[in-house]
């Protein structure tokens, strides 16, 4: 298998006397979607948020194509090629969707904003995702649930970056609007990037994923080749609910 | 592809995208218009050139001061202290040129550099500390009515000489009829020149383009508001330099804010902090910046009125202004609520105010009433906004 482009080892996190990660390893191949999850309170928000940049994490080390990175913010991480679409999606409803893609990285012609170029690449890009969005100049406020999500991960697609990580992309979907979604990462997958797919929803998660790590109580509790896991045996190492048989290769 | 031709908006459209808090300049817009024609036909005097001469001088202090107010608003906080912040610039302007002898030009910077620094501190301990700018931005204005104080002690006021070229600039100072038109001609013309490339540019980028009848709309709206404008206060006295310096500041604000990095981090902060902060902006650089902007038009608007005054005292910036500056940015169609708004609101709310407070005066109403219907109007905008906002779509 080739290297890994995104490697975490032994990365612990504590919010307080809370400790939300425990010694997790992972390790991310290019072109490929691998799943976290794990019951509530399990850590997957926090693993999202540590290779978002937004918690550094306390011990541990990342690897981004082998080299140790430490991100100072999500800038940061970005611009090391991760690319993360937050559960809360980190839109600004006051702003339209060409003004959400772009924030904090706007083309400018002179000292003023290109609006043009913005727009146009904001069209290819959506197009490209199947994205049904009905105008690039309304507010996001005016968008519905599919449609926001859309133009976040959209918006995690502009620096072309190399693993795009989507904390919880199906929570507050509707089945129609999931399957949308999953056919989305098949498409980022096609397009080179890897995924790193964050839910509690296993049955969302085995239908798109090639490998499937299970954490539980911030600790890693089992990984699995999608295509050899059951639902059962998820949800055991989820719930710990007895022993877990450890499949698949590291 | 999607280059259909953007067809003329029907009203149906015009009142969806209001409601979707788009064209927020249209209602407060259509609101001057009435509110003027109900004072005209009350008063004919409302209407003569002479008194909107005066309309227009009076609103350029307050309107200055609400465009900060409109600024530091979008970013999603408030600044209680423009007032005051106006009341130490007036009295720095006036104590430095005539008690401490200073070139009155020096006195003018010195007096922006205070509002300069108030903000900075404002900012700063806003974005630092975490600290709520309603009680802080309370507590500056306290002290800094203090400080005003002090700075005209012992007299309580000082005068500054007519002769004064910022007397002048504020009063006498006119611009001369052909440069007021060959001015209305350059804008204009620009106008059409630059939304005709942008028009090119849309339409080689095969993005949807605005059509020749909505430009030709916008461009001869335009033309018919500046000929108006010229040719009513020509009537009289004319623009005052003033009257220019206001609605130049609030055309560069506008297009600082909607065309900039800044402008757009302006507005994301103030729509969702969060997002913002995730989006890699600068927040507290931008934070403190708009803070900075607001208390430096404060003082400026504070250096205006010492100038149409020919005089700072304690009352300078005091009572209400602060109060009108922010009822302004607000009537004017810029959110409490922060991320919503624009430049020109201040420019129409500023109007509208001046506008109720200078009609009842000339019907011989009295303070109280002039302060009644300035209230219920203040509640209209706001009931305005939050409607609006609250029946956004989610």
């Known amino acids: 298998m080739t290297s890994p482009v995104l490697e975490l080892s032994r990365v612990s996190k504590s919010f307080g006397a809370a400790r939300a990660l425990i010694d997790v390893d992972l390790a991310v191949h290019p072109r490929e979607v691998v799943a976290v999850v794990g019951d509530n309170g399990a850590g997957k928000s926090t693993l999202a948020g540590v290779l978002a940049g937004v918690y550094p994490p306390d011990a541990g080390e990342m690897r981004v194509d082998g080299e140790p990175v430490r991100f100072a913010d999500p800038g940061a991480a970005r611009a090391r090629g991760i690319a993360t679409v937050f559960q809360e999606l980190a839109l600004c409803d006051n702003l339209d969707v060409v003004e959400n893609l772009f924030l904090g990285h706007e083309p400018v012609r002179g000292a003023l904003l290109d609006e043009i170029a913005m727009e146009r690449r904001a069209w290819e890009l959506l197009d490209q995702l199947g994205a049904s969005v009905p105008s690039v100049r309304v507010p996001v406020a005016a968008l519905t649930g599919g449609q926001r999500r859309t133009v976040a991960i959209a918006r995690g697609l502009l620096g072309d970056p190399r693993v795009v990580v989507l904390d919880e992309p199906t929570a507050s979907l509707g089945i129609r609007q999931t399957a949308e979604l999953l056919n989305l990462v098949e498409r980022l997958r096609e397009r080179g990037h890897s995924v790193v797919f964050v839910s509690h929803a296993t049955s969302d998660v085995q239908a798109v994923a090639d490998r499937i790590v299970v954490l539980r109580l911030g600790r890693v509790n089992g990984e699995f080749e999608a295509d050899a896991a059951t639902s059962e045996d998820l949800l055991a190492a989820m719930t710990g609910a007895r022993p877990v048989r450890r499949g698949g290769g590291r | ?394």
Request: proline letters at 3%.
């Open chain 2, 1 to 394: 592809m999607k280059a259909d031709r953007a067809p003329l908006p029907t009203p149906g459209d015009v009142l969806r995208r209001m409601r979707e808090g788009e064209l927020t300049l249209l209602p407060i817009a259509a609101a001057l218009v009435v509110i003027w024609i109900g004072f005209g036909l009350a008063n004919p005097t409302f209407w003569s050139s002479e008194n909107l001469v005066n309309l227009s001088l009076q609103s350029v202090s307050t309107g200055v001061i609400a465009l900060g107010v409109v600024i530091v608003l979008l970013v999603g906080q408030i600044d209680l202290s423009v007032g005051s912040v106006s009341g130490v610039a007036a009295a720095v302007v006036a104590a430095g040129a005539v008690n401490g002898g200073w070139p009155l030009w020096v006195g003018v910077l010195v007096a922006i550099a205070v509002g300069v620094v108030v903000g900075l501190v404002l900012g700063i301990a806003v974005t630092r500390l975490g600290l709520p700018s309603f009680v802080l931005t309370l507590a500056a204005l306290l002290v800094l009515a203090g400080v005003q104080v002090r700075i005209l002690e012992p007299a309580g006021s000082v005068n500054i000489p007519f002769d004064s070229w910022l007397v002048k600039f504020c009063q006498a100072w006119f611009l001369p009829t052909w440069f007021a038109w060959s001015v209305v001609v350059v804008v204009v013309v620009g106008f059409a020149a630059t939304r005709w490339s942008d028009r090119r540019r849309r339409r080689a980028a095969d993005l949807p383009y605005a059509s020749t009848a909505t430009t030709a709309l916008h461009v001869g709206t335009l033309a018919a508001v500046l000929c108006t404008v010229v040719a009513v206060l020509g009537g009289a006295r004319g623009v005052g330099y003033s009257v220019v310096l206001f609605v130049v500041l609030v055309a560069v604000a506008d297009v600082l804010l909607r065309r900039t990095r800044w402008g757009r981090a302006v507005h994301a902060i103030g729509g969702n902090r969060r997002a913002a902060v995730l989006a890699g902006l600068p927040v507290r650089r931008t934070v403190v910046s708009a803070f900075v902007a607001c208390s430096a038009l404060a003082a400026l608007g504070g250096v205006l009125a010492a100038g149409r005054l020919a005089a700072a005292n304690q009352e300078t910036g005091g009572g209400d202004i602060f109060l009108t500056a922010i009822a302004a940015a607000v009537i004017g169609g810029t959110s409490l609520f922060g991320g919503r708004g624009r430049a020109w609101s201040a420019l129409l709310g500023v109007l509208v105010i001046q506008s109720i407070s200078n009609g009842l005066t000339l019907l011989d109403l009295d303070t109280a009433t002039r302060s009644i219907v300035t209230g219920a109007v203040l509640a209209l905008a706001i009931t305005i906004d939050t409607v609006v906002r609250g029946r956004r779509p989610e």
